[in-house]
Structures are given as C-alpha cells and as structure tokens.
C-alpha cells in the first residue's frame, strides 16, 4: 500500500523560512515523479511544484518561483521542500502526492498525504 | 494562464439522485489530460477519473467522466452518502498544472 507522510509544518514569521519532508512508501520512489500542492484554510487546490523521479528536472508555480526549492532523497524514499521568504498567503495545509510516471510534467496526483498544516504569521 | 470552471458551484441532492458536474477550461486540454478529485471533509483529495473518462483503481462504476476539448463532465449516477463532498476537475496537459475552483456537492 502507497504511504505519504508530511512532517515539517509549523508557525512561522512573514520572511521566515521552513522545510517541509514527505516520507514515501510502498513503491518504488525514483520511478515516480512527486508534488506538493497545497490548500489554504477554506479554499481550493492550488499546485506548488514537482520532481521528476530523477530529481533532475523540476517545475514551481509562479507564485513560489525563487523562494521555493523542490528535492529528493531516493536514498531515503523522501521528498522535501525548502520554503524561504515566507508570506501570509503562503499558509496552507501542504500536500505531497505521487505521480503517475517519472516525468515531472503532465501529471496527476495520486494518491496523496494527510498534509501539514504551514501558519505564517507574526 | 490556463483557467478551469466549475459549475455550478453547489449541487443540492438527495442520496439516489443523479449528479452532473462541469468543468470548462479556457483554452483546449492538451491529450484530453483532464482528472477529477472528491475531498471529502477533513480528508485528502482523492483521484476518481483520469484522462477524461479513465476510472482511477478502486473507482466504483456510479462514477464517469466525458468531454473533450473545453468541455468535460463528471457523473455521479447514484449518490451514496460518502459522495456528499468536494470535486475538483485538473488538467495535467500543459503547465502550470491548474485546478477548477471546486463544486461542493451537499444533501438536500
């Protein structure tokens, strides 16, 4: 059984920075690209970024372009990613979810994590 | 950018019912590359259909998808109880990856 578990949320101040982890399970972790897309409190789905399985090629929204940085650790069987700049309109609870090759663009998610809960304010 | 509407924005049934719902995209969806979620409350969005009309693993038959081009649809032919939730439609052809804005679907 596919298992995502995201770990890292917390509050933190506007321009802080804060690195959230998606520990993987149940497949193989370097054949499968991965994302992060988030929620925030009473919204809709919006995508942050993805990896490809390699981790060699990776994509972001416009929204978090520059302060994001996407990664993985095949090694590991974990996905990261490093926020920094943080802003109010980042709060969100933060989804790692599978993808359904190892290419990072055109995919869809699925499955997802439970999420963790990024407060960013001062 | 590319932008996906959800209409309506709430469907009002009964369990047993019939639900149809829309999802109109701005421009055409590359390979019909078109994916529809249900997060039910305080629960992860999960995948239903995938390619437009490709039921996900585990998806029962009340549930399908058509369209093409700009204009897809999702079905639900019998509502059960745990269907009373949130459906988001997805493209995944072309980038940035876009969401519709959601059609919460509640008992009447």
């Known amino acids: 059984e596919v298992q995502l578990v995201e770990s890292g949320g917390d509050l933190v101040q506007p321009g802080g920075s804060l690195r959230l982890s998606c520990a993987a399970s149940g497949f193989t972790f370097n054949s499968y690209a991965m994302a992060w897309v988030r929620q925030a409190p009473g919204k809709g789905l919006e995508w942050v970024s993805s990896?490809?399985?390699?981790?060699?090629?990776?994509y972001y929204a416009d929204s978090v372009k520059g302060r994001f940085t996407i990664s993985r650790d095949n090694s590991e069987n974990t996905l990261y990613v490093q926020m920094n700049s943080l802003r109010v309109e980042d709060t969100a609870l933060y989804y790692c979810?599978?993808?359904?090759?190892?290419?990072?663009?055109?995919?869809?998610?699925?499955?997802w994590g439970q999420g963790t809960l990024v407060t960013v304010s001062s | 950018e590319f932008v996906l509407t959800q209409s309506p924005g709430t469907l009002s049934l009964s369990p047993g019912e019939r639900a149809t719902l829309s999802c109109r995209a701005s421009?055409?969806?590359?390979?019909?590359?078109l994916a529809w979620y249900r997060q039910k409350v305080g629960q992860a969005p999960r995948l239903l259909i995938y390619a437009a009309s490709s039921r996900a693993t585990g998806i029962p038959d009340r549930f399908s998808g058509s369209g093409s081009g700009t204009d897809f649809t999702l079905t639900i032919s019998r509502l059960e109880p745990e269907d009373f939730a949130v459906y988001y439609c997805q493209q995944y052809g072309s980038s940035p990856l876009t969401f519709g804005g959601g059609t919460k679907v509640e008992i009447k």
């Open positions: 421009q055409s969806v590359s390979n019909n590359f």
């Open positions: 990896i490809s399985g390699s981790g060699g090629t990776t």
């Open positions: 979810a599978k993808g359904q090759t190892t290419s990072a663009g055109s995919i869809r998610f699925d499955p």
